[in-house]
């Protein structure tokens, strides 16, 4: 018994090192870029998206002086302001979320609701394949009766 026990709890140590292996791996490189999961996902969708100047991140310095912004002394921003790449502002990356959100709202149609939902988070009623491709949100959901009108973003998909 003794023997199994030592064989699952070294299964669950190693589990755990590679879990907080991968968890450092992540924020180290975000320090390196001095880039948030969500900036990265807003600069992905910059560089693929059809524009006439090249994108570029107005907050990456390189790494060096990125590990001295995460890490350094309090004298290099006041919080509100920080530092950026040469021929950017502190509003280039707003600039850019609300130019994708601009672009999000022309490409969005009007849809026509055909079968009544309930607000359910798994909603069964329409199949599997529907359920298990549900986005998770925290937040209620919207019911909606037939005939009512919802705009669509995805346009993609």
Same mark, same amino acid.
């Given at each position: ?15 755990? !090192? ?9 924020? !180290? ?5 001095? $880039? ?15 524009? $006439?100047?090249?994108? /570029?991140? *107005? ?10 912004? !995460? ?11 920080? *530092? ?12 850019? $979320? &609300? ?14 609701? /055909? ?8 909603? &069964?009623?329409?199949? &599997? ?15 909606? $009766? !037939? ?11």
């Amino acid at each position: 018994m003794s023997l199994i026990m030592t064989v699952f709890s070294i299964g669950l140590s190693v589990g755990v !090192v590679i879990a907080v292996g991968m968890l450092f791996y992540f924020q !180290v490189k975000a320090i390196l870029k001095n $880039q948030t999961n969500i900036e990265d996902w807003i600069v992905e969708k910059a560089t693929k998206r059809k524009r $006439q100047d090249k994108f /570029v991140y *107005p907050y990456n310095l390189g790494w060096k002086k990125n590990i001295h912004l !995460v890490f350094g002394s309090s004298s290099i921003s006041n919080g509100i302001t920080w *530092p950026v790449v040469e021929g950017c502002h502190q509003y280039s990356l707003t600039m850019e $979320q &609300l130019e994708q959100k601009n672009i999000k709202k022309a490409h969005s149609q009007p849809v026509l609701v /055909v079968k009544n939902y309930n607000g359910r988070c798994l909603p &069964l009623m329409f199949g &599997l394949k529907v359920s298990w491709h549900t986005p998770c949100f925290d937040i209620a959901r919207i019911k909606l $009766q !037939v005939n009512e009108t919802v705009l669509v973003t995805r346009f993609r998909k």
